[in-house]
């Protein structure tokens, strides 16, 4: 990951010489607390910063100079468009047209908020706007986009040139994939239709497989936290819920509201296992949701714990900074190791799941088995 590395660098350098602090994403702390320029490190804080979604890319920071992208800003305020590049908000420290992002630690902390004329004092009475800007999320959402493309069409076309022949190239490297997500998990999940679904599966399969590796990537166009984003993986789970609404026959309603083999009492007068059966409904996609998000993010805060608790020992002692540091390396690369295993775990079970869903809503109950 872009940022572990970058991180991994600030301790060495201030490892090397004490009177070297780090600097974090555009943020500079000390574990000096005389330094009267600097702030006191807070590891909520950099671990915050880090996972959540930003206006500009940040590359480097080198001294109190930052190498970022600016990010088009895009707001609908009553009804106006305005359009712009984050760069006018240098970094937070500026406000444009009457708009400045908010860098305070409050609620708003991120989100581009409405300032009084020729100040940066938020109005407070102002509504904020509607926020359609390109954020850093979006932009790691358009590379994998990108990626999923490039690679798809390219294996298409290998398979219209290599038609009956062995697969080669990129087709030898995915087909093996392609063909676990259909064996392995859309025909024994969904059954004899599962054709259908296939389209819609090995999308989310693969968009989920590599954003979660482009995000371990360390350097620009990798590092997004895309499916560690709560927002990216609300979308992932409502298309799933939408299919599997659309696509839900008559039994798996009748199952839902007049379940077979339950004691009539448990149906009336208070319908106790209907009620139960159709919050199952929105509880699934709201599972697919949460799973991804949860272990995604948790694996981004579990390396930064790592690397904190070398700035965390090194406001209490230069000593215990040097102890602590090889431990803490050690296994903040042992667990970015298993970020690779779990960007396909994850793509795997959200694919595997939404595979059941669709087979438990269109599956075919005969009238023996209803009895």
Excluded: C
Aim: proline residues 5%.
């Amino acid at each position: 990951m872009r940022k572990y590395i970058l991180s991994l660098v600030l301790i060495i350098s201030a490892l090397v010489s004490q009177s070297a602090d780090p600097v974090v994403n555009g943020h500079e702390y000390s574990t000096k607390q005389s330094a009267e320029h600097t702030e006191e490190f807070n590891a909520g804080h950099l671990i915050i910063d880090h996972i959540v979604d930003t206006h500009e890319w940040h590359i480097a920071t080198f001294g109190h100079t930052h190498f970022t992208i600016p990010l088009p800003i895009i707001l609908l305020d009553q009804g106006k468009l305005v359009t712009f590049m984050s760069s006018r908000f240098n970094h937070g420290h500026s406000a444009y047209m009457g708009y400045k992002l908010e860098t305070e630690r409050n609620p708003n902390k991120g989100k581009i908020v409405k300032v009084l004329p020729g100040t940066m004092i938020t109005d407070a009475n102002a509504e904020k706007p509607i926020d359609l800007s390109i954020t850093k999320t979006v932009v790691g959402i358009f590379v994998s986009f990108i990626v999923l493309i490039l690679l798809f069409f390219a294996i298409a076309r290998s398979y219209v040139r290599n038609a009956g022949h062995a697969p080669k190239g990129l087709q030898s490297l995915l087909e093996p994939l392609i063909l676990f997500v259909r064996d392995d998990i859309a025909q024994p999940s969904i059954g004899k239709n599962y054709k259908k679904y296939m389209p819609f599966l090995l999308t989310t399969f693969f968009f989920i497989f590599f954003s979660n590796l482009i995000g371990l990537v360390p350097f620009f166009p990798g590092g997004a936290n895309v499916t560690g984003n709560i927002g990216v993986t609300l979308v992932l789970a409502l298309f799933t819920f939408i299919i599997i609404l659309v696509k839900a026959n008559k039994n798996y309603w009748i199952h839902i509201f007049n379940p077979p083999g339950i004691p009539w009492w448990l149906k009336f007068p208070i319908p106790l296992i209907p009620v139960i059966e159709l919050a199952g409904v929105f509880i699934k996609p709201f599972v697919l949701m949460v799973r991804l998000f949860a272990n995604i993010a948790a694996g981004h805060i579990i390396v930064l714990g790592f690397i904190a608790l070398i700035f965390i020992f090194g406001q209490m002692s230069t000593t215990m900074a040097y102890v602590v540091s090889p431990v803490s390396i050690i296994f903040s690369i042992f667990i970015g190791l298993l970020e690779l295993l779990v960007a396909f775990i994850q793509a795997y079970v959200f694919t595997m799941l939404s595979a059941l869903y669709f087979g438990m809503a269109t599956e075919e109950h005969s009238h023996a088995d209803t009895h």
